[in-house]
């Protein structure tokens, strides 16, 4: 009896969760009413503007209603039907900004505001999160459901909420990056940072430099650990993995994202990253020998603190003025492709050795008085910036463009932590926080022996921690942030899903919702709401936060053990003796000894009796190299 009334609790604790507000990022405002608004079939919703941007973004929003098989009207003819009404507010509410809204679910209505479309957009995200999580189900009607009536109002705390997609070491097609920005815009994202260039593959058509897709978007195929165990083309092997975006695909494209409140800020990486662009056009190097478009073999040697040294050149000659042309002729028709305010031009990781060896490149510097290679990465980037400038955009780049003195108007993205970010603040530069320690969502998120592993990691908690402001630093001059996803091992997009999911989550509600609403134990219990809506929607997400992370360390020359997990109401059953860990066994209570011998670490993480996460085996020669690390 006991355990049925705790059992019984826990499953209304959850319902009211469940009905209460599980929207993310979780909203500025929102409380309950006694209200409750019931769709029986059919809704009516009326549009009271006729601003082209909300009629557009409210049709598909009236479009995915009927696909679950509800009726809709556009106004209600009979008294019984329930309406959503939207509405611009006629004078400006400086509290919701451009992309605030306030909802308020009533008996009979729902009333949507804003100022601007972009708030409309939101609104109807959050309105969608409200639904039952089964509205997430293409192969299931939902016609008939109560929503529980409540107010909101809401606005973001950044202007600045990206997430990033390279699809330079992987390609991904048009439908694919249509569903990532699509699921994007459900959490509130506001920017698509599009990696469209690097050393494994150019993948924007230009016309009037046709061999950077005909050469520089395939690469020979190959299989294995990135930059380490794949083979180098062979002479004559055709290049036959890759593909490219035709300009009318880019179009396409942008208009999709502006359809969901997404502006795409293209990224064409340079001077450094340029492989791809030179095997194409060689003539752009100091070395101007042929090049190969990177398959991902093993081309640079690091020796740690971010020093490497590059074994194929990759750089554009930033001494030769047809590197100019070039770099004019990309962003010009770039900028006519996207409407957005920013090109971002890389600039990451250059390696300047080429550059430090080539006689003209250390006359020209002479020449130009430029004393080392930084201050003739800095010249280049300047040059970028005017040309960049010259066709009406801005210029956006990683925090490298600092070195050797940073150009007039660039903005700054921070991703080797937030020291470039507050260096630029400093200098009075916007900045966009998007530091490896927070924000780098091709790191490993569980324990190794079921992930894959890469260069670090990066946990959904430690995503949850991520503060954009730094201390000393004016708030004014951060945009926001951004999560990035980097593909040299993430060949799919289901993968980048798992990947990207729930951590965009974190950093989402990191960049919308007030600092002082953030809470762990409240998010968690969400994240939970909306593994269901993923399931429902057959996409993946990462349930790694549900796994026990495991520390082990020495103690006494004894190996100890420690279990933990972040999410309430769970508890770790394990075994050391080969055996399956069962609910009835061994329930982690505080750090234990993991014995001598031929055995594995085994982990399973339980609610209310039922087996959650993923069984852990860790052997425990594996345990041993992990105490000694
Ligand atoms: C970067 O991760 N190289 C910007």
New binding site residues.
Partial sequence: MKTFLKVLLIAITFQIGYTQNHIIPKPVNFSLTKDSFEINNRIAINIQTDNQEVINYTHNFENFLIKKGIQVSSKSKKNNIGTIIITLLKDFNKELGNEGYLLDIKKDKILLSANKASGIFNGLQSLRQLFPSEIENNEQKLTSFNLTGCQIKDYPRFKWRGLHLDVSRHFFTVEEVKTFIDKMSQYKFNVFHWHLTDDEGWRIEIKSLPKLTEVGAWRVERFGDFGKERPYPKPDEKATYGGFYTQEEIKEVVQYALDRNITIVPEIDMPG?SMAALAAYPDLSTKQEPKFVNPGSKFSEWYGNGVFKMLIENTLNPADEKVYDFVDKVFTEVAQLFPGDYIHM?G??CYKGFWEEDEKVQLFMKENDLSNSEELQSYFVKRVESIIKSKGKKLIG?DEILEGGLAEDATV?S??GMKGGIEAAKLGHHVVM?P?TYS?LDYTQGDHSVENVIYNDLSLETCYSFEPIPENTDPQYILGGQG?V?TEKIASMPFVFYMTYPRAFALTETLWSPKELKNWNDFIVRVENHFTRFENAHLNISKAVLDPVITVYKKDDLLMCELKNSVPNTEIFYTINNTYPMQFGLKYQEPFVIPEGNLSLRTQTFRNGIPIGRSLKIHRSELEKRSSK
Avoid: C, Q
Wanted: overall charge negative.
């Fill in positions: 990253h890389g990451d990781e990683w993205m991703w080797r998007s490896t780098y990035n980097w």
